[in-house]
């Protein structure tokens, strides 16, 4: 199994930046698609964005590309998610997820069997 911990939401004003953190722990680490969705009020869980740990691929949703970037920090089993420019729309509950292996597009949430707890991001 995967332990997945995210940090680093809070509250910010719109134009503002935040940057979350994910620390996974358990099963190896260097071989996994890992990243961020997130769901706000009333709406389906979308994905933000996503790293493949080894290859160092990344995937954002349309959404977020040219304001999030998603990087990794190999030695500390974590993932970033910096957050520029965020706007009131962007104001969701973050979590962090992960998967050895894909059976289909990246920002289905229901291919992603670890996921940890979330995070707050409200943007005002």
């Known amino acids: 199994h995967v332990q997945l911990v995210e940090s680093g939401g809070g509250s910010v004003q719109s134009g503002g930046s935040l940057r979350l953190s994910c620390a996974a722990s358990g099963r190896t680490y260097s071989n996994y698609f890992m990243g961020w969705f997130r769901e706000a009020p009333g709406k389906t869980r979308e994905g933000v964005a996503i790293v493949h740990t080894r290859s160092g691929i990344t995937y954002y949703g349309d959404s977020v590309k040219g304001r999030f970037t998603i990087s990794q920090e190999n030695a500390k089993n974590t993932v970033y998610l910096q957050m520029n420019s965020l706007n009131p729309e962007d104001t969701a509950m973050y979590y962090c997820?992960?998967?050895?292996?894909?059976?289909?597009?990246?920002?289905?949430?229901?291919?992603?069997?670890?996921w940890g707890e979330g995070t707050q991001v409200t943007v005002s």
């Open positions: 997820a992960a998967q050895d292996t894909l059976g289909g597009e990246w920002y289905k949430p229901n291919l992603y069997n670890y």
